[in-house]
């Protein structure tokens, strides 16, 4: 199937065709035409198989064919982080270079400029905002913004909202729609929790599932046992046999360690910034521009960034730590190999990792070769 063949406006199809786009994603071509009919959706597809396209383009298609008001906000999309709220925003201006519609990204961390345009945009009518939960309850309770022209209400990444304990947030959130708005849910996993969401906000919901892929193929695949203690020696050898390596990435479970890591990285030559929730937004938007544009040779981050951060030439991901969830392991390695590139992914397996890593073999159905 192609893109021309779905029932997609003319403007969105110029703006697929000026980016390349011709042949949906499987989530692409099962969502977009229930999207399109009208009715409420859980789709469940993990990060880097086109999920932000599929909900995307139908919206920008409904709101460029059904009536609406123009004065009014006509459609929310909620993320769990900043990252992935600034992604979709910029995919929203590709998709919709051709569709006359306003957006506005909705997220803490920002200057005072940014706080009055978005303030400006939920007061004023854009038709699309893209938001965090917590800021945009925040300029709920100081605007009192009117809603009822809400036609479109998204749930990216539903999974992660709810472990970061948004579930209350977002119901009163959802509380505040009109009874008819459409709703669309996206996750990479869908535990009881999100089920359970699903009952409680949605009418006859169309389940789309995706099955959680295992890693494509051209992620090569290795693990190395190790002391804990030897974790980050293990590091430094491993980036200074190959001196020529650049966008590593290394995964860290807690923000001490990041910090920790980065700082034994530095002093030992290697060019490492960090990445964690601790840094102001200004900070954390320049470490992963400099980063994309390679100016950074090794960023350690926590979760933050295993999901919804598009860069696609990274050569070698390193687990510090084993994920404790298989998936946030598939999440993580799943940020190399991207757009038909080769990359490798390597987990350093201390005692306490074994049974966690043995849980991500078995859910791989495949033993994981060790260094």
Known sequence: MYFDELPLSDDVLDALWDMHFDVPTPVQEKTIPVILDGRDVISCAQTGTGKTAAYILPLLTKLAEDNHDPDKLNAIIMAPTRELAQQIDQQME?????????????????DGGTWGNQTSGI??????????????LSLINIYSPDFSGVKYFILDEADRMLDMGFYDDIMTIVRKLPKTCQKIMFSATMPNDIRKLARTIMHNPVEVKIAVSRPPEAIKQLAIDLNDADKTNKIVELLTQEKSLNKVLIFAGKKQRVKELTHALRNKGLDARQMHSDLDQKDREAVMLDFRNGKVQVLVATDIVSRGIDVDDIPLVINYDVPRDAEDYVHRIGRT???????????????????????????LHKHIQRL
Do not use: H, W
Request: charged content about 20%; proline content about 3%; cysteine-free.
């Open 94 to 110: 590709g998709f919709g270079f051709y569709v006359p519609f306003s957006s506005v990204a909705i997220y803490g961390g920002n």
């Open 337 to 363: 190999a991207r757009a038909e590139n080769n990359g490798t992914a390597i987990t350093l397996v201390s005692d306490q990792d074994k049974r966690f890593f043995q849980r991500i073999e078995r859910f």
């Open 123 to 136: 007061t004023k009518g854009a038709d699309i905002i893209i938001a965090t939960p917590g800021r945009l």
